[in-house]
C-alpha cells in the first residue's frame, strides 16, 4: 500500500523521539494527525474505513513516533498479521500496510524504527513471514528494507494508481519448515 | 428536502469531528428524518427500525469495527466516504451544478475542431497505454453526447436535435470523426477483452455501462466518413491548409477503423500494408496538429458521475501529443511486424518468435499482443491452419522423435486393439492431450506483460515437473509397443539405457523455462548486488544441465539416424527429419554453452567483488542467508529434477574459498572468452539454423546485445585483475564497482559491473 516519500529539508529535533504502540483508546487523539500524515503521500485518499479495518483489528502492531515536547505525530507504521491461505503451507503473514513519516524529520532512521519495532511485534506474536509492496522508484524505502533484510520476491506491474509498477518485498522469519501458519495468541 | 438543507448538511459533516462519540444519529437533519420508502414487494414488509438502529449504534465505540470475518482489505479500500470530494462523486461546491452547462448548438472554428479532434487522439492513447475511457475519450462532451443515450442509426447522432436539417460543416467532421473513433475503440476493446490479459494492470476494458456504438454497421460509419471527406472536398469556403488538415484526419480515422476491422482477419495478405498505410499518415497528422486550437471547455471531469462506476471521478489523464503520437507510431509499427507471425517455418521458430516480439522495447501495446494471442490460438486453430497437434507433432520431431514411428499418423487408422500400433496411437494421443495445454502456456506466458512472464512461468514450471513424471510413465509403457533396444554400454552403466523420448523433451523444456525465470529476474532488478554471484552460477547449472541433457538427446536421435541409413528404402525426407532434429540439438547446445560461460565468468566476477568487498552486503539483522535462500529460490523448491542445491552447498560452489582470487579472474576470463566465441559462431548462423526464421532480425540483435555485454565482461575482469596485481600490502585494489540499472546495459539478462579506478 502506501510507501513513504523521498526526503526533504530538515527540521530540528531538540531531544530523543518517543514512540509509542498504538491502542484503540488513542483514537480520538491521533488517529486524524496519522490521517493526515499518511494522505500527504497519496494522489488519492484511503476512507477512513481503512485505517479502522487495520487500527481496530491491529492496533499493536501499529507503532507512532512523537515529538518529544509538543503533541506532535513525526512517523507512523500500520500493519496486519493473518494466516495466508493461498498457497500450501499455510503461514502467519505479516503485511506492513502504511508507513510515513513527517518530510522535515527524515533521513534519522525515524521509519527504520518503526518497522524494526512492528517487526519486533510480529515477531512476538508468532509470525512466520513479513510482506509489503514498494513504489519502483522509491529508493530509500527499497534500501530501508533491504538493509533489515528483506528481499524483492517479484515486480508488479502498474500496481498503483498512478500507473507505476511495485516490487513485493518478503522477509522470512523462520525456515520454511518451520513455518506453521498459527501464532501466539 | 430544500437545496439550503443540503448545503447545511454538507456543512455539518466537514464540521463532524469522528471522535465525537455519543450524538444523536439524526442531528444532522433540521427537521424529522424522511419517511420511509414505500416498498411494493411480494413478501417484503417495511418498517421503520430508525429507533433500533439509532439505539444499536449507541452501544458502539467510535472506531468499533463491525464487519464479517470474510471482509477483506480489498474490500475495505473499495469503502467511500460520503461528502469528501475526493471519494463522493455527487459532492458539489458551493454553487456548483451537476452536469456542465454546455452549448452544443455554438459553431466551432474549424481550428477548433482540429484542436479537439487532436485531444481527442491523445486521450485515446492514453486509453491505450492503460487508462480507462472514463478519464480520457469518455472526458469529452461530444462523446459524451454521442452514446448518451446508445444510438442506433447515424441519424441519431447529431450533437443538437436542431442540426437535423442544417448541420454545420465543421459539426459534421467532428461527428464523423467521433463516429470512427468509438467504433475502432469497440474493435480494440473485444479484441483485448477475447485474449489473455490484466484488467487495469494492463488495461482497461470497463466501458462504464456504455456501448460503444454496437448498434450501428460498421460499414455505415464508414460510409458516413467517406461521404463526409467528400463534403469537405467541395467546400470552398476554408483555408487551404485548414482543408488539407481536416482531411487527413478523417482520412486517417477511416484507415484506423478499416485496419483494426481487418486485423482480426488471420487471411488476409494485406494486413502490413494496412498498418504501414496507417502509420504514413502519423508525420502529417502531427505536423498540421499546429493549425489547431484547443476547446478545453468540450472536455469535462464531471461526465464520470453519469458512467457506471464505483469508483469516485478521478482527473482527466493528460498524455503529451508527443508520447501520443510516439505510441501510435510504435503501435502501428509493432502490428505490422506481429502478422509475421502468421508466415509459420517451423515450432521452434515460431517460439522464438514470440518471445522475441515480447522483448521488443518498449513491449508491444496491450493491443497489439492480444493480436499476436489472436493470431496464435484463436479457436484453438494455431496462426489460423494448423492444429495443435501439427505444432506438437512437429516440436517432438525437430527434438526427441525424428521421423519416428510414434508420430506415424497412420497410426490412428488401426483399430485392432493388439495391433501395438493402435496401442501407440492411443498413448501418443494421451500424452498430447496432457501436454498441449502446457506447451501453450508457454507461449500464452511469454505475451504477457514483462513481469507477469515471470510470475506465470513460475507458477507453470511446477507443471511441468509434474508433467515430466507422467510422460514417464507413457515413456515406460511405449517401449512395449515401439520394442526399442536399449543401449547397453557397461561403461556408462550396468542398466540398459532407454531414450526416453517424451519425458525428455518435457525436461528440456522445463530446463529452458527454469533458465528464463532466472534470467527474467535480471531484467527485472530482482536480485540485490550480493545476489549476483549466486543467481549466476545457477543460472550457468541450469544451461549446463541442459547442454547434458541435450548431448543425451542426440545421442539417441544420431542412433536413430544411424539404424534409418542402412535401410535401402529410406527417402530423402526422412534423412531431412534426422538432419533437422539435430540441427536443432546442435543449435541449443551451441546455446546453452555460450549461456553457461557467460554465466560462469559473471558468477566468478561478482564472487571476487564480494571479496574484495567492492560489492557489500547489507547488515540484515532480521534475516539470515538461508532464510533468504528460501525466498529467492521458492519456484524451484517444488522441482523434483534438477533437485534443488542444500543453500550450504551453493555457498561453497559459488564462494570457492580454496581458490585465489587471481585464480577465480583467470578463470572468469576464459570462460567469458570462450562465450565470445560461442556467440559470435552464433551470430553467424542462418535463419534456419538459429530457428528464428521470420524474425532473424531480431534474433541477430538480440545475439550482438549478448556479445557486447560478453566483451563488456572482458574487460571489467581484466580491470580487476589489473588492480588486484597491483594492489599494495595492504591487498585493497584502488577501483569501485557500479552495477548499471537494467536497462543501460548492453542486454537486460546480463548485468555486467562497471569498474571505475578511484585515488
Known amino acids: ?185 | 428536502m430544500s437545496g439550503n438543507g443540503f448545503d447545511a448538511i454538507s456543512q455539518d459533516i466537514a464540521n463532524l469531528d469522528i471522535n465525537d462519540g455519543a450524538r444523536d444519529p439524526f442531528a444532522m437533519w433540521d427537521t424529522a428524518p424522511p419517511p420511509a420508502p414505500k416498498l411494493k414487494s411480494k413478501g417484503v414488509i417495511a418498517m421503520d427500525i430508525t429507533e433500533q438502529f439509532g439505539n444499536a449504534a449507541r452501544q458502539l465505540d467510535v472506531g468499533q469495527l463491525v464487519k464479517d470475518p470474510y471482509f477483506t482489505l480489498f474490500e475495505s479500500v473499495g469503502a467511500l466516504e460520503i461528502m469528501d470530494r475526493k471519494m463522493d462523486s455527487g459532492c458539489l461546491e458551493p454553487g456548483e451544478t451537476m452536469e456542465d452547462q454546455y452549448d452544443f448548438n455554438q459553431e466551432l472554428l474549424p481550428e477548433e475542431i482540429i484542436g479537439i479532434i487532436d485531444q481527442l487522439l491523445c486521450h485515446e492513447m492514453a486509453w491505450h497505454m492503460g487508462h480507462p475511457l472514463a478519464q480520457t475519450i469518455f472526458t469529452s462532451l461530444y462523446i459524451d453526447k454521442l452514446l448518451s443515450p446508445s444510438p442506433i442509426s447515424i441519424q441519431q447522432t447529431h450533437f443538437d436535435s436542431r442540426h437535423s436539417f442544417d448541420e454545420p460543416l465543421t459539426l459534421r467532421i467532428l461527428r464523423a470523426y467521433c463516429l470512427g473513433l468509438i467504433k475502432t475503440c469497440f474493435y480494440v476493446n473485444s479484441r483485448v477483452k477475447t485474449e489473455h490479459f490484466y484488467e487495469e494492470e494492463d488495461f482497461v476494458t470497463h466501458t462504464f455501462n456504455r456501448s460503444l456504438l454496437e448498434g450501428i454497421e460498421h460499414n455505415d460509419i464508414f460510409q458516413f466518413l467517406d461521404e463526409t471527406t467528400k463534403l469537405l472536398a467541395e467546400s470552398e469556403t476554408l483555408p487551404l491548409d485548414i482543408k488539407r488538415a481536416l482531411d487527413c484526419r478523417l482520412q486517417f480515422r477511416a484507415q484506423f477503423l478499416n485496419t483494426v476491422e481487418l486485423a482480426d482477419s488471420r487471411t488476409s495478405d494485406s494486413l502490413v500494408k494496412q498498418w504501414t498505410t496507417l502509420g504514413d499518415f502519423l508525420p502529417y497528422l502531427n505536423s498540421s496538429s499546429k493549425l489547431g486550437k484547443s476547446v478545453p471547455t468540450s472536455f469535462s471531469v464531471k461526465i464520470q458521475r453519469k458512467l457506471a462506476s464505483t469508483v469516485p471521478p478521478r482527473p482527466i489523464v493528460q498524455v503529451s501529443q508527443e508520447a501520443a503520437f510516439d505510441h501510435l507510431e510504435r503501435l502501428c509499427r509493432d502490428a505490422a511486424v506481429a502478422v509475421e507471425v502468421l508466415t509459420y517455418y517451423d515450432s521452434h521458430s515460431l517460439m522464438t518468435f514470440v518471445l522475441l516480439f515480447q522483448a521488443r522495447k518498449p513491449q508491444p501495446s496491450v493491443y497489439v499482443r492480444t493480436l499476436l494471442q489472436h493470431y496464435l490460438f484463436a479457436d484453438m486453430v494455431i496462426l489460423g491452419t494448423k492444429s495443435i497437434r501439427h505444432i506438437l507433432d512437429d516440436d517432438l520431431a525437430a527434438t526427441v522423435l525424428p521421423n519416428d514411428q510414434l508420430l506415424d499418423r497412420d497410426n490412428d487408422e488401426i483399430e485392432v486393439p493388439n495391433d501395438p500400433r493402435h496401442q501407440m496411437s492411443v498413448r501418443m494421443e494421451t500424452f498430447r492431450a496432457r501436454a498441449a495445454g502446457s506447451y501453450l502456456d508457454i507461449l500464452r506466458t511469454i505475451c504477457q506483460n514483462r513481469c507477469r512472464i515471470r510470475r506465470g512461468l513460475c507458477h507453470t514450471i511446477a507443471d511441468w515437473d509434474n508433467l515430466q513424471l507422467d510422460s514417464e510413465e507413457l515413456d515406460v509403457e511405449l517401449r512395449v509397443f515401439t520394442g526399442e533396444k536399449p543401449i547397453v554400454d557397461p561403461e556408462i552403466s550396468t542398466d540398459p539405457i532407454y531414450s526416453f523420448p517424451l519425458s525428455s523433451w518435457a525436461y528440456f523444456y522445463k530446463l529452458k523455462q527454469m533458465e528464463w525465470i532466472v534470467q527474467m529476474g535480471f531484467e527485472l532488478e530482482t536480485y540485490q548486488p550480493d545476489e549476483l554471484a549466486g543467481m549466476y552460477w545457477y543460472l550457468q547449472y541450469l544451461a549446463k544441465t541442459r547442454s547434458r541433457h541435450l548431448e543425451r538427446i542426440r545421442g539417441f536421435d544420431m542412433r536413430s539416424f544411424a539404424a534409418a541409413r542402412k535401410n535401402p528404402k529410406a527417402t530423402a525426407d526422412k534423412m531431412r527429419a534426422y538432419l533437422n532434429a539435430i540441427s536443432f540439438i546442435n543449435f541449443s547446445t551451441m546455446e546453452a554453452s555460450a549461456t553457461y560461460g557467460f554465466a560462469g565468468a559473471l558468477s566468478c566476477l561478482f564472487t571476487v567483488l564480494g571479496r574484495l568487498s567492492l560489492i557489500k552486503a547489507p547488515p540484515r539483522p532480521y534475516s539470515d542467508d538461508t532464510m533468504r535462500y528460501e525466498v529467492r529460490m521458492k519456484p524451484f523448491s517444488c522441482i523434483g529434477l534438477p533437485e534443488l542445491i542444500p543453500f550450504d552447498e551453493l555457498t561453497k560452489v559459488v564462494v570457492q574459498p580454496e581458490e585465489s582470487t587471481i585464480d577465480l579472474l583467470k578463470f572468469a576470463a576464459e570462460s567469458a572468452m570462450g562465450a565470445k566465441k560461442g556467440l559470435e559462431v552464433l551470430s553467424k548462423l542462418s535463419a534456419k539454423g538459429a530457428y528464428c526464421q521470420g524474425s532473424h532480425d531480431s534474433w541477430l540483435n538480440n545475439i550482438k546485445a549478448c556479445l557486447k555485454a560478453c566483451i563488456f565482461t572482458s574487460i571489467t575482469i581484466a580491470s580487476v585483475k589489473k588492480a588486484v596485481e597491483a594492489a599494495g600490502k595492504d591487498g585493497k585494489p584502488k577501483i569501485k564497482v557500479e552495477i548499471p540499472p537494467s536497462e543501460k546495459g548492453y542486454h537486460d539478462w546480463w548485468v555486467v559491473p562497471k569498474v571505475i579506478p578511484v585515488p
Open chain 1, 1 to 185: 500500500m502506501a510507501g513513504e516519500a523521498e526526503g526533504s529539508k530538515a527540521a530540528e529535533l531538540p531531544a530523543e523521539l518517543r514512540y509509542m504502540q498504538y491502542e484503540h483508546a488513542l483514537e480520538k487523539q491521533y488517529l486524524p494527525a496519522i490521517r493526515a500524515l499518511i494522505s500527504k503521500d497519496l494522489s488519492e485518499p484511503y476512507s477512513i474505513y481503512v485505517y479502522r479495518y487495520f487500527l481496530y483489528q491491529w492496533g499493536d502492531l501499529c507503532f507512532m513516533a512523537l515529538h518529544p515536547e509538543k503533541p506532535l505525530l513525526i512517523g507512523i507504521i500500520i500493519c496486519k498479521l493473518e494466516t495466508h491461505q493461498s498457497h500450501s503451507p499455510p503461514t502467519l503473514r505479516g503485511y506492513i500496510a502504511m508507513l510515513a513519516t513527517s518530510s522535515s524529520y527524515r533521513n534519522r532512521g525515524i521509519a527504520t524504527t518503526l518497522v524494526r519495532k512492528a517487526i519486533d511485534a510480529m515477531i512476538e506474536r508468532g509470525a512466520d513471514e513479513v510482506v509489503l509492496e514498494t513504489e519502483e522508484n522509491n529508493i530509500p524505502a527499497m534500501k530501508l528494507y533491504e538493509r533489515l533484510g528483506f528481499i524483492r520476491s517479484k515486480k508488479l506491474h502498474r500496481y498503483y494508481l498512478n500507473g507505476s509498477s511495485a516490487y513485493r518485498l518478503v522477509l522470512h522469519l523462520k525456515r520454511t519448515v518451520e513455518m506453521t501458519g498459527e501464532g501466539v495468541v
